[in-house]
């Protein structure tokens, strides 16, 4: 028997408002700083002087504070243009782990990270969007709401692929994820981003136990998916290769995001929230 469409409805939106609820929470408890979102950029109203650097037109040259030192200054415009901020969010089988009953998992995590920087980006007046989605970034609530709903979804693969169909020119982007499949479409995605002048930020969030890797003895690991098993007598002897290699990976995105102008940071489950939104926020403004 089918059930009425309406509590079907009421069903799968339920733990939409919940998410809005404490993505806004936690975007409340952020504290920005006295400049908040400003940057250097076009607009009309002063934001600050800086060192003439080579390059710089002589006409952005500001000659009478120059004048007081024997430095030329250029004096900043606020950017006062929205922007647009698109963001993939890992949805792969891999990002529903926990390791224990009263940790949340790393999709949860992302889920409310991405939805709360959303918040804040659209109180700045930018523009938000799923990679996703199939519609360009917007602003406003109900545009919040559909990301929210979006974020509901999962896909069956084990690990999620970057998805940049949808990444405007010159727009910036997050990608949260585990990171812990082969990084080759991570790459493809950062060059694919650089070559429209995009950027962003590499968030990866990761389980405690996926960082100290606490296993001894016979242990039998196996994908979220099911897709993939390894059982071992000896799991203590893989700890320091395990480590050796997850170092590695970390490095390599460190590496990636660099060649491409973007940041990367890891943030744990255990951890607040609140660090790793204010980072990613600030690192989207490039002040991390």
Known sequence: MTLPLRPRAEALAAPLPPLLAEASQLARGVVLGEHGRRRPGMGDAFWQYRTAQPGDPARSIDWRRSARSDVHFVAEKEWQAAQSVVFWVDRGQSMQFSSEKNLVTKADRAALLSLAAAVLLVQAGERVGLTDMGIRPMRGEVQLGRVAERLADKTPQDYGVPDVSILPRHSRAVFISDFMADPGPVEEALA??????????????????????????????????????????????????????????????TAMAGLTGWRFHTHHTNDSPSSALLWMYQALEGRA
């Open 192 to 253: 694919t981003a650089a070559d429209r002048g995009v950027q962003g930020v590499l968030l990866q969030v990761l389980d405690p136990s996926e960082e100290a890797f606490p296993f001894d003895g016979r242990t039998v690991f196996h994908s979220m998916g099911n897709t993939l098993e390894f059982e071992t007598r000896k799991a203590g002897e893989l700890r320091d290769r395990y480590l050796a290699r997850l170092a590695r990976r970390k490095e390599r995105l």
